[in-house]
């Protein structure tokens, strides 16, 4: 049976305005990759019937009328105000973040993110309590920080795992020099196999662009000029030492 879903009543003015959209003042529709991320999301879960777009649309609403989720306002009394540079109040519909939103649509896909959020929870496909979890190890793994900085030279291991993350053979050994830090990846193998991924040193990891010289992966014959960059696993590279 479908779970019915439920938007909590909210005492706001009548008169509350709504969010600009993206792209009103001509500025990008998605100005960073997270809003993208998140509008694929929903699309991608109404597209395959885990809510209607009436259920979605009410939860979105929500949010635009209640500005909050993100810090610093209040919900059902309206903005909280700086009494020197605002002596005169501004009604009871005036709020600084949705003054934000109507001005550009910068703020638009905040608003999107937290009603996603509530939605993901009262469907149950991500509870609040596993999202929380995701969010600390993800912030866990950001003070740790990468093990590797641009330009040092690393050792791809000479390992063979059985999984998602294969490893060409012909990289096995072979030494290389860090490009750059991709970010951190919710490790495959964690996750195709039934793990509570949110938990686990190996859960989340750092993946790696390095850069290997032809010549270092086959030999004095092939071009010492030419170069193969290919993206690694943290757990795949160790650092290759003064003998390289």
């Known amino acids: 049976m479908k779970k019915l879903l439920k938007v909590p009543s909210l005492a706001v003015p009548e008169q509350q305005a709504g969010a600009?959209?993206?792209g009103d003042a001509k500025e990008p529709v998605f100005a960073e990759p997270w809003q993208a991320h998140a509008f694929a999301v929903i699309m991608s879960l109404y597209r395959d019937g885990h809510y209607t777009w009436a259920e979605w649309d009410d939860y979105l609403g929500y949010h635009i009328q209640a500005p909050g989720h993100f810090g610093g306002t209040d919900v059902n009394a309206g903005a909280i105000r700086n009494a020197a540079a605002e002596p005169e109040p501004r009604g009871a519909n005036y709020s600084p973040f949705l003054a934000d939103c109507q001005k550009d649509g910068?703020?638009?896909y905040h608003l999107w993110l937290a009603a996603a959020e509530h939605l993901l929870d009262a469907t149950d496909l991500v509870p609040e309590a596993e999202l929380e979890a995701r969010i600390a190890a993800f912030e866990k793994a950001e003070r740790q920080g990468p093990r590797f900085a641009a330009g040092l030279r690393v050792r791809v291991r000479d390992i063979k795992r059985e999984g998602h993350t294969h490893l060409p053979l012909y990289l096995c050994g072979r030494t290389g020099v860090i490009e750059r830090d991709q970010g951190l990846f919710v490790f495959?193998?964690?996750?195709?196999h039934g793990h509570d991924h949110s938990h686990g040193d190996d859960a989340l990891q750092h993946v790696y662009c390095v850069r290997f010289s032809a010549s270092d992966i086959w030999g004095a014959e092939a071009s010492g000029t030419h170069a193969l960059n290919f993206n690694?696993?943290?757990y795949q590279l160790e650092p290759a030492g003064d003998d390289s």
């Open 106 to 108: 910068s703020r638009f």
């Open 232 to 234: 690694l696993w943290d």
């Open 20 to 22: 600009a959209l993206p």
């Open 188 to 192: 495959p193998d964690a996750a195709g």
